[in-house]
């Protein structure tokens, strides 16, 4: 089996401070990354980030709700060339038909696909000719899932941008691909679901029974994927959307 290798390469990775983003962050540095930068919008928390993984990683502070603060990223990092670009920030709320607020939909749709378009579209100036982009999307926009329509509806956006991206960015060579991972054990199922103990415990027995790789997944799991679609390993794999979820969708 070929290892990935990352010597040389410089990744940048929006909302890797914690969760799927962190965990692809020390993937890449642990296979050889020259540069590893992450981009969110909460300082204390890239800075811990920052202590944990040394001196290859690079911290950037965004909001990535806001075109103009995307804008001064990419002005920050200059002439900075940029091998692979993970678009991975998103938010995930429980939003309930018929008593869904304006307010909630614009938080989930400026995050997770205004803020995700114009990232991309904002790095593509950094991006190499040959590169490629992966987009974090869900299997939630496959599912149907209970009291998540906002929420599936701007991942299914996101699977959407893969398909149109690989066409519209095939003359630089720059491949990008959807990653939809299952449910996954990371903060936002207690800073965006509102999970306490007692329903995330509810939730790991419920996918023991329904999933049939039997668990919940691990950050880890999804980064090693990420890393897969962002090899050479993966040079002909482009526009598709990978569904990494022990089988959920399958059934």
Partial sequence: MTTANFSGKTIFITGGNSGIGYASAHYFIEHGAKRVYIGARDLNKLEQAKQKLGDKLSIIQVDLTQVASISAMVQQLGDEKIDVLFANAGIAENNVMGDTSEVQFDATFDTN????????????????????????????????????????????????????????????????????????????????????????????HY???????????????????????????????????????GGFTQI
């Fill in 113 to 204: 696909v205004k803020g995700l378009f114009f990232t991309v579209q904002g790095l593509l100036s950094c991006l190499s000719d040959g590169g490629n982009i992966i987009l974090n999307a869900s299997v939630a926009s496959n599912k149907g899932m209970n009291f998540l329509s906002v929420y599936s509806a701007s991942k299914a956006a996101v699977r959407s941008f893969a398909r149109t991206w690989c066409n519209d960015l095939k003359g630089r060579k720059i491949r990008v691909n959807t990653i939809s991972p299952g449910v996954t054990e990371t903060p936002i199922l207690q800073t965006g679901l509102k999970m306490n103990e007692e329903s995330l415990q509810g939730l790991k």
């Fill in 207 to 245: 996918l023991g029974d329904t999933v049939p790789a039997g668990r919940i997944a691990a950050p880890e799991e999804i980064a090693e994927v990420v890393g897969f679609l962002a090899s050479d390993a993966a040079s002909f794999v482009n526009g598709i959307e990978l569904c990494v979820d």
